[in-house]
């Protein structure tokens, strides 16, 4: 399964193995009628393949880890070209064939996408030309530019000297995006001196009818792609030759200009629809500075949630995401006031982030000390799915092993007998999933009970998915819910899916205006004046039984659309 997934996976923009995998766990569902249909050759027990196919999904999932990430969408193939399931430690696996999306001739890269890592072959063309179909080295081209289709090559590596990654594409029309695209991989030397590849480039470009090829000798960046490999605003961890060098020239570049603690709170601060990526960078280097502005920035949020202007609101939500990943135990009891606000209080100074996050704010601030979330989870006044962030943030310590696995079983167990109140709220809902996610399975018994008696939303969280919990290996769902929900480390990427960021590049003039805000002297304790912005707002994704709603709505995908 995991070769398989590996092999499928990079076609389209999302599309990665862990999320194959994990969507055919969600939404493959067989039903006892339609196994009947299948007429096997020996009866079916449904509880047997749901154990199966969990074991196969864990195998695969540690497959998936151990592959090198330059070598996704790649099947491989033994001497005789019959597909196998690799192991990444043997010495046999640099002698695999690498196989990418070719069938004799026959080229499947229409669903190829390009990345923005990626140079786009407009920016070759300015910068290159070189020769015609059937070669892969430069040459002097025999065609004018202008004859479309135009085909594009250019080579990627870990630094100037070695080439491990070619991508191809074409160009059909003057300005138009390339497509289709095609990228060859190799680990077993130069990708510019691999002949099977050149022939590969050469029929694909032929399929295609490309008229002339832009390319150039040099290597112009890292292989590995932004937002994939590592997070977007971020350095390749893998390729330090490409940290600040130009890619075309290999030159290096200037240093960039530090930011003052003043700069970074004007552009957290300042509206856009460009995350402020190097000021969240650059905040880890002024921790001690920023800590009390940003204190301040909550609590002024928290008195006047709805009388908050725009830019202050924005600094809110930063700030609460750089307090969380610096662990700011002085932000304990202002996480705890916000979450607390009611009514839709909350969510009117923090936007979808009190739900999405809430659980992780909390639990990385709280020092040890839960009664306060404890107090959230019972007071009955705040926004129910406040209450829920509560019951969340107790199950994320518990898997984070910064509370024992028993106390947090024993205190969910103790609301599900006595503590909530026996009427249906999002609370039960949460703690029905946070159950089910830390395996704790002396409370299960209570929540059938609670199921029996309307408490718990079957379209939220079906009460089988508590039967599959105790089917599973013991480990298996807490380590997923470990991996899938760890402290926060990177705001920039925690916050890239904020819907004010999904808009266009800024214009000039906002550009033009905000380099004169930061240029402008500013002392930490003065507010910059900042234009309006949206609040934040989460952008659509592959929404999963504990994910968000994609809506908006604050609610969790199966309370809402999901149903």
């Known amino acids: 399964m995991g070769a398989l997934a590996w092999a499928a996976a990079g076609k389209d923009p999302g599309m990665n193995a862990e999320w194959i995998i994990d969507w055919g766990g969600r939404q493959a569902r067989l039903q006892g009628q339609d196994a009947s249909q299948l007429r096997p050759n020996q009866p079916v027990d449904l509880r047997e393949l749901r154990q199966r196919w969990m074991r196969a999904a864990e195998e695969a999932l540690a497959l998936i880890e151990k592959l090198p990430v330059t070598e996704r969408g790649c099947l491989y193939l033994d001497a005789g070209g019959k597909p196998v399931c690799p192991d990444p430690a043997s010495p046999e696996f640099p002698k695999l064939t690498r196989h990418y999306s070719m069938r004799g001739k026959e080229f499947f890269c229409d669903a190829c996408t390009a990345r923005t890592s990626e140079i786009t072959s407009n920016e070759l063309c300015s910068k290159f030309i070189s020769p015609p179909v059937g070669a892969v080295t430069p040459a002097p081209p025999r065609h004018h530019v202008g004859d479309c289709p135009i085909g594009t090559i250019a080579y990627y590596g870990p630094d100037n000297t070695l080439a491990t990654k070619l991508v191809a594409s074409v160009v059909k029309a003057p300005g138009a995006e390339p497509n289709p695209l095609h990228r ?60 600040d060098r130009d890619r075309f020239t290999h030159e290096l570049l200037p240093p960039m200009p530090e930011m003052t603690p003043a700069q970074i709170l004007a552009e957290l601060t300042a509206a856009r629809d460009r995350e402020p990526r190097a000021a969240l960078i650059a905040a880890d280097a002024h921790r001690e500075a920023l800590t009390e502005p940003l204190l301040r920035a909550v609590e002024r949020g928290i008195a006047d949630p709805q009388g908050t202007p725009p830019g202050e609101g924005m600094l809110f939500s930063f700030a609460t995401y750089l307090l969380a990943k610096w662990r700011e135990p002085r932000a304990y009891p202002l996480f705890i006031r916000w979450l607390t606000l009611p009514g839709e209080g909350a969510f009117d100074i923090g936007g979808d982030t009190a739900t999405q996050d809430g659980a992780r704010f909390l639990a990385s601030v709280c020092g040890g000390d839960r009664e306060p979330i404890k107090a959230l989870i019972r007071n009955r006044d705040a926004n129910e799915f406040c209450r829920g962030s509560a019951v969340a943030a107790l199950a994320l310590l518990a898997a984070w092993r910064e509370l024992p696995h028993k106390d947090a079983t024993e205190y969910f167990l103790w609301l599900a007998r006595e503590g909530l109140e026996r009427e249906h709220s999002h609370v039960w809902n949460e703690l029905a999933a946070s159950c089910a996610d830390i395996e704790a399975l002396t409370v299960f018994p209570e929540l059938r009970r609670a199921y029996d008696e309307g408490l718990i939303e079957t379209g939220f969280m079906g009460r089988d998915e508590l039967d599959e919990v105790e089917a599973s290996p013991r480990g298996s769902w807490l380590a997923r819910y470990r991996d899938h929900h760890a402290p926060i480390t990177d705001v920039a990427r925690e916050t890239s899916w904020w819907q004010c960021f999904q808009d266009a590049p800024a214009p000039k003039a906002e550009r033009e205006n905000f380099k004169r805000q930061i240029e402008a002297p500013l002392e930490l304790g003065q507010q910059p004046v900042a234009p309006v912005a949206p609040k934040p707002y989460r952008a659509p994704p592959k929404a999963g039984r504990n994910d968000l709603c994609p809506c908006g709505s604050g609610k969790k995908y199966k309370k809402c659309c999901g149903k």
């Open 184 to 243: 060859w991989i190799t680990q077993a030397g130069d990708v510019r001196k691999d002949p099977a590849i050149a022939a590969e480039v050469t029929a694909f470009f032929r399929q295609h009818g490309v008229k002339n090829t832009v390319s150039s000798e040099k290597i112009i960046g890292c292989p590995h792609e932004e937002g994939v490999d590592y997070p977007r605003g971020g350095v390749c961890p893998h390729c330090p030759f490409w940290h």
